[in-house]
């Protein structure tokens, strides 16, 4: 007869398995925005020139947008609409053609040698831009520009499901949320610091 406590020991270390199949999340973003004054975020409509930069199927990109919802008001920003909200967040699917990451750059006008802060280099961001990676980008809506990149390898299975899918979006989401820059300080995470102590 098998014991509760060994059955208890298995199911822990199952577990643990499947978490650390979860990766990280890689962040930069500029210096000089001020995120701490941030409250507020809204997405671009899908009839937008944003919603055009990359064919995605109507069910992967409501459980994207409805990751980056649940992500942000969990970290207490509120959405608003795109005229009233202090950021604006637009996320990229990466796919094999690089001519749909150069028009969605674009379209965020993401300049890399910009973003000096954060825990990744602009070399170790585009290191991680590979094919099925997630990228969040926060835009700055008075001039249109990223102020802020986290890219995720969502590592899709062909046998996921629309559970698994979801999974590993929201998980992706909220990993990124954590290098969110909360501190006036620019160059601190202090997310980071508060999991270290």
Not at 9 to 14: E, N, P, R, S, V
Not at 185 to 196: H, L, P, Q
Request: a neutral charge; glycine letters at 4%.
């Amino acid at each position: 007869m098998i014991n509760t406590r060994l059955l208890s020991c298995l199911a822990f270390i199952i577990s643990l398995a499947a978490c650390s199949s979860f990766l990280e999340a890689t962040t930069s973003f500029r210096d000089g925005f001020d995120f701490s004054s941030v409250e507020s975020y809204s997405t671009y409509g899908r009839n937008s020139s944003f919603g055009d930069s990359q064919n995605l199927s109507d069910t992967t990109r409501n459980t994207i947008e409805l990751a980056i919802e649940q992500g942000f008001e969990s970290n207490g920003f509120n959405y608003k609409t795109f005229q009233k909200a202090d950021i604006i967040i637009t996320y990229h699917l990466l796919s094999n053609r690089s001519a749909d990451l150069d028009k969605y750059n674009q379209q965020v006008k993401y300049c890399s040698y910009c973003f000096r802060a954060g825990q990744a280099s602009r070399a170790e961001l585009l290191k991680e831009l590979r094919s099925g990676s997630l990228i969040l980008d926060i835009i700055n809506p008075k001039n249109e520009s990223s102020v802020w990149r986290s890219v995720y390898p969502l590592k899709f299975k062909e046998d996921d499901n629309s559970r698994e899918m979801q999974e590993k979006i929201s998980h992706a989401v909220n990993s990124m949320l954590r290098h969110y820059p909360r501190d006036k300080t620019i160059g601190i995470d202090t997310n980071a610091k508060r999991e270290s102590a």
